[in-house]
């Protein structure tokens, strides 16, 4: 069966870029119709979709993040990965890796502190 795990550093400093990725197995990154999103959540607060990149490598953003938010991926190595710029503690959270077009698929989840 298909399975999402996320890996990346567990603290960022204030400014700094985040950056996480998400490796799949069990099931290809560029298979019809799925896209795989990223999505969040901080602490006390509801999720929120941050972003995706579709099967065919197309990207698509939550217009509060789009500024600050990158989702690329490495078909070889079947993995997509997030990046999000000047990090404040605010973006502390919970960020999870997701397949989507279909049942959500969830990863495990990996905490994220951004702190100095």
């Known amino acids: 069966q298909v399975q999402l795990q996320e890996s990346g550093p567990g603290l960022v400093k204030p400014s700094q870029t985040l950056s996480l990725t998400c490796t799949v197995s069990g099931g290809s990154i560029t298979t019809n119709p799925h896209y795989w999103s990223w999505i969040r959540q901080p602490p006390g607060k509801e999720l929120q979709w941050m972003g995706a990149?579709?099967?065919?490598?197309?990207?698509y953003y939550s217009p509060s993040l789009k500024s600050r938010t990158s989702i690329s991926r490495d078909t070889s190595k079947n993995q997509f990965t997030l990046q999000l710029t000047s990090v404040t503690p605010e973006d502390t959270a919970v960020y999870y890796c997701a397949r989507e077009g279909g049942p959500r698929l969830w990863g495990q989840g990996t905490q994220v502190t951004v702190s100095s």
């Open positions: 990149i579709t099967y065919t490598g197309s990207t």
